[in-house]
């Protein structure tokens, strides 16, 4: 069985300081990662996916993550935070079924 | 531009009455869900289709049920809401190509 697990509920960071938002998967097969952004009242918007190739996917807004298979982690990166990346974080995985599996979510605060 | 639509956006109902929540999509996907979320909980999935006349019940039990007559249309019922049925619903579909979209979902209250 897949599953997600997302570090940290809550994060809060400065404005202009690294965005750093942890995510560690579980799966029996090569999985299929996302990341995706709620913002509040609206749905899911996909930020970045990993499927294969390159290991250091690059989004939307200016967030990047990178697949580590050795530590089964993607976590989500974004050098400098911007007041507007304040919401709601998902990471996913899914396998070749297309079902995603989410993880709890990280909210992201950003201060002046 | 949202090519996945669901109505309606919020709605508050009282104990035992039957609802629908309208989800369509214009992109002509074959894969559609339901998502359930609870506030600061992870989306669970209640019910998916892969195409016409094709449902199947997702990782969460659920007590509503879901229709696929036409391929943009993917309504879900409840048919007797209660209190424990309050949460926000979200639609997706899904291509190969394209990968998921997502709804703008729909809260709901049962009073």
């Known amino acids: 069985a897949q599953s997600v697990t997302q570090l940290g509920s809550h994060v809060s960071v400065s404005e202009g300081a690294l965005v750093l938002l942890r995510c560690n998967y579980s799966?029996?097969?090569?999985?299929?990662l996302f990341w995706y952004v709620q913002y509040p009242n609206q749905g899911l918007q996909l930020l970045l996916k990993?499927?294969?190739?390159?290991?250091l996917v690059k989004g939307i807004n200016g967030f990047e993550a990178e697949f580590k298979k050795s530590e089964t982690s993607f976590h989500l990166t974004k050098p400098s935070a911007h007041m507007s990346d304040a919401a709601e974080y998902f990471c996913?995985?899914?396998?070749?079924?297309?079902?995603?599996?989410f993880g709890t979510g990280t909210r992201l605060q950003v201060f002046p | 531009e949202a090519d996945i639509y669901q109505t309606p956006r919020y709605l508050v109902i009282g104990t035992g009455k039957k609802i629908t929540l309208e989800c369509s999509q214009t992109?002509?996907?074959?894969?559609m869900y339901w998502y359930q979320q609870d506030p600061g909980m992870e989306l669970h999935l209640i019910h998916y289709?892969?195409?016409?006349?094709?449902?199947e019940k997702g990782d969460l039990s659920s007590e509503s049920t879901v229709s696929r007559i036409r391929t943009e249309h993917f309504p879900l019922t409840l048919e007797s809401a209660r209190p424990s049925h309050t949460s926000q619903y979200l639609c997706?579909?899904?291509?190969?190509?394209?990968?998921?979209?997502f709804g703008s979902g729909t809260r709901l209250t049962v009073v």
């Open positions: 990993y499927t294969t190739g390159a290991t």
């Open positions: 996913a995985v899914s396998d070749y079924t297309d079902k995603l599996i």
């Open positions: 992109m002509g996907h074959d894969k």
């Open positions: 799966s029996s097969v090569p999985p299929y």
């Open positions: 289709s892969y195409g016409v006349n094709s449902t």
């Open positions: 997706a579909s899904s291509s190969a190509n394209y990968g998921y979209t």
